[in-house]
């Protein structure tokens, strides 16, 4: 069946006509959360350089696909027994009596360096399932 699709809301309209909305919204979801685990990787990575007992890397989760504004997308946060969700944000940004603490940055470094590997990851997933 020959097809000429023109921009993205095409090409979903096209993809959701042939396979579904339900089919459509499981290879989504599968391949956003192999890309969040390809960025929960490089957020590991980072974390590296100025671990102290782990628990910052032990307490990454992934979250379940949710739909935000029309978007799908899943989150990563931290949550443990630790609470280091209260330290993130102070090791990413500093504070007033630390302004350059060692991981400052570190998710923003995570960010940049796991992009391509994290789009290619997903499109390979949407490949695969497709």
Do not use: C, M, W, Y
């Given at each position: 069946m020959p097809m000429t699709v023109k921009g993205i809301k095409d090409l979903e309209g096209a993809l959701e006509d042939k396979f579904g909305k339900q089919h459509m919204r499981r290879?989504?979801?599968?391949?956003?959360?192999?890309?969040?685990?390809?960025?929960?990787?490089?957020?590991?990575?980072?974390?590296?350089?100025?671990?102290?007992?782990?628990?910052s890397i032990k307490e990454i989760h992934i979250s379940q696909p949710m739909t935000v504004n029309g978007v799908r997308e899943v989150k990563i946060y931290w949550r443990g027994p630790k609470d280091r969700y209260r330290i993130i944000?102070?090791?990413?940004?500093?504070?007033?009596?630390?302004?350059?603490?060692?991981?400052?940055?570190?998710?923003?470094r995570a960010l940049r360096s796991a992009r391509n590997t994290y789009i290619n990851e997903v499109r390979k997933q949407i490949e695969r399932l497709l």
């Open positions: 290879i989504v979801d599968n391949a956003l959360i192999k890309g969040a685990q390809v960025f929960k990787r490089e957020i590991a990575s980072q974390f590296q350089s100025f671990k102290d007992t782990g628990q944000h102070l090791n990413e940004f500093g504070t007033i009596k630390n302004p350059n603490p060692d991981g400052k940055g570190a998710i923003q």
